[in-house]
């Protein structure tokens, strides 16, 4: 080779040193090999224990709520006042608007560490039912089937699963108009997918 080849072929040696370091500088790998941007993120543990104020609080009782963790519903315990000095034809309601005034509060802190999320909107507001209506029919604020799919499962879950509204694994929801109510259940599969569609929300029209 003559001097002026070599000359060449160290200059860039040199030059392809020169690009390394400034890479290795910029915090970037001279490689072809795709570089991990960051770890995976952390797997939620989609637990939480809040301090029992319950106890502390004789005026409040606890209540389950269905809150949405890791994509399915997770039960999850919290407090609210006591309707048991109500009148009866009240209580009912006093009851479904209390869970559902927990479902439209942000998760406290330990909640929201452990992964937990509600997709109720914080203006939903729930009323009793009208005449005709079926034995435990709850009045939303907008029609049942324009609620996201999560919400939706999430009423469905949290009030089908209270004993103050009878425990029946199911709510008897209808809207503001004069549509017809409907049973929404709370089933496994609603609890393990809520966001797989209307399907998985099964909505029983109600026979008289």
Known sequence: MSRAGRLRRAAA????????????????RGTTVPVDAGGAPSRVSCEVRERNAAQ??????????????????????????????RPARTAALRAAQALLGELR???????????????????????AARPGDPAGTLRLSVPPDALPSFALAQLACTWGDSPALGRHRAAVLGGPDDTAPHRYAC??????H??????????????P
């Open 194 to 207: 809520p966001d797989a569609g209307r399907d998985t929300v099964t909505e029983t029209p109600i026979v």
């Open 13 to 28: 040696g040199a030059l392809s040193a020169v690009a390394a370091l400034a890479l290795a500088g910029c915090g970037v």
């Open 56 to 85: 502390e609080a004789p005026d409040r009782i606890p209540a389950t709520v269905y809150l949405v963790c890791s994509g399915s519903l997770v039960p999850v315990t919290r407090t609210v006042p006591r309707t048991a000095e």
């Open 105 to 127: 509060r942000p998760p406290s802190p330990r909640e929201e560490e452990a992964g937990f999320a509600s997709a109720v909107p914080e203006d939903l507001t729930v009323a």
């Open 187 to 192: 089933t496994a599969d609603v609890r393990a």
